[in-house]
């Protein structure tokens, strides 16, 4: 059940991405500022589980490679671009461990939608998903940069359950790297979640 309801948000989310940024309203998104996360998705603490014994996923038509506790499942879908007859392609790779969903997405932006800069892009796309999640409440967000390319570092939570990642933008290729837990169960997921990010490595071009 937690695993539709985060991917029918992501849809919401893309389709509202769309029409923010191909209508020029989405400006008013980079009045977000950052705001610091409750801890360090990147830090690796001394204990909890890691991913050791997660596998290496690099299918031969994606431009990434990352590792998951086992095959995830792939769901594709066409969302229609607004005054064009072109669509923009949604990707997610998703499974879950216990009480965890684990998830990699992406969709290919149009180049003239890089126009705005990378920051305003990504604060947009932050500002979309946490407005879609209903319910949700954006716990803090920081522009930083993943292995030279421009990212989000995001966290927020959805009643006893939290999701924390990070948006990475590859040219025009915006990825979305997220583990969501229990919220009570974050000490655990720190480490699994700072390696499984850090286990992401995109491909540019």
Not at 10 to 32: E, W
Not at 103 to 122: A, R
Not at 137 to 152: D, R
Request: aromatic letters at 12%.
């Amino acid at each position: 059940m937690q695993s539709k309801k985060f991917s029918l948000s992501k849809s919401i989310f893309i389709s509202i991405l769309l029409l923010g940024i191909a209508f020029g309203g989405y400006k008013v998104y980079d009045m977000m500022h950052d705001k610091a996360l409750g801890f360090d998705i990147h830090r690796i603490l001394g204990k909890g589980e890691g991913i050791d014994s997660w596998i290496k996923f690099n299918p031969k038509e994606e431009k990434f490679s990352v590792k998951f506790p086992n095959k995830p499942e792939h769901t594709t879908k066409d969302f229609p671009i607004p005054r064009s007859d072109d669509t923009l392609p949604y990707h997610e790779f998703q499974c879950s461990e216990g009480n965890k969903v684990i998830s990699v997405s992406y969709t290919v932006l149009p180049q003239d939608w890089l126009k705005w800069g990378s920051k305003m892009v990504l604060k947009g796309a932050m500002k979309v998903v946490v407005s879609q999640l209903k319910g949700a409440h954006l716990v803090g967000q920081s522009i930083n940069t993943f292995k030279s390319f421009p990212s989000l570092d995001f966290e927020h939570y959805i009643g006893d359950h939290e999701t924390a990642g990070t948006l990475i933008l590859v040219g025009n290729v915006l990825y979305k790297v997220e583990i969501s837990y229990p919220v009570n169960e974050r000490e655990q997921v720190q480490n699994q979640l700072a390696q499984f990010i850090e286990s992401f490595n995109p491909e540019q071009g």
